[in-house]
């Protein structure tokens, strides 16, 4: 159980890894690869990075859907895999996770009330008519109507299924709740009106979201503090106004300067710098420091020499060797001048 009297945040990561075999057996993938940062009661951290660099994977780790191969993930000081399995599905409750595909969580033989009720049944909360009754309830809180209790998916929109999903989480009134690319599925226009009902339901439930996105704009909008994940270890963490507006990591440099989105003066067009070439494989990352094959920045030292994961401001970290408190190691190759997007990263 958690000591009595040290903060430990909601959500506790120690030096983390995650490793699978590759398909044929041979090989090792470090999806996570050392990792430690804290979650704070009540806040939206944002996680961004590139696809593959193992958000997804730490997003099913933290609410114990994977167990660490190495390190520890802590829920409120308590470590869920010490809990014996009746504590540990009690516990469980309170660390949900909703995905980016509406449908996953979704039978589509189900109607929307046993979908709702569901996670209820399972934890064996109330009876058949109070779990309808609670199930209405928070439909209708998600913003939709009663009439959609008794429809089956097929008959809702991607973004009507997607507050179906927030409802099932909900239910059980859970402290955290994972979002991994929650809204990346639905169409723009309604993108807005999801992300105002996760913000609406943090201040009334008081909940605490880790928001996993590879969409800046989304991540900027939404979160308190911002990760930045590369290849499995986090390149930079703070504040999400210090980190968007004074980025300290080279990574975090280019990922902003390739998003459309409107970006402070110092990373207008005329300077912008774009990730060059594919992320490496997670199989076998580069030595050294890890983004060091696509860093603009990059020196000898960093073949040889992993970065520490240093505090250079108060709250603010970052993994690289030359990073200090007034911003990125200079530029020491090309500045481009074209634009790319995140995820389908591109090279000049
Ligand atoms: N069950 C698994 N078995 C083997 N490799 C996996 C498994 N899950 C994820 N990976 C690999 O781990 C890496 C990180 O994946 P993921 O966590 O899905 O990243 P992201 O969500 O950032 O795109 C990828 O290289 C992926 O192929
Ligand atoms: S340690 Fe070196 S390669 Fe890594 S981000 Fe810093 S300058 Fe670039
Ligand atoms: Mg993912």
Redesign the pocket.
Known sequence: MAAPGIDHGVLAVRDLRIL?PTRDGRDT?K?IDGMDFEVRAGETFGII?E????????GRALVSLLPPTEGQILHDGTDPSALGTSAFRKHRRDYQIIFQDPNAALNPRMTIIDSVVEPMEIMREGNAETRRRRGIEVLERVGLSSEAADRYPHQLSGGQKQRVNIARVLTLRPKVIVCDEVVAALDVSIRGDVLNLFADLQREFGLTYVFITHDISVVSHISDRIAVTYLGKLMELGPAEEVVEHPLHPYTRALLSAEPIPLPSHLRVDRRIILEGEIPS?VAPPSGCRFRTRCPSVQPRCVTEIPEWREVKPGHRVACHFATADGPPPNNQKTLNASSSLGETTCV
């Not at 696809?51 to 730490?58: A, I, V």
């Open positions: 699978f993938v999806a990075g696809s593959g660099s193992g958000k997804t994977t730490l997670p």
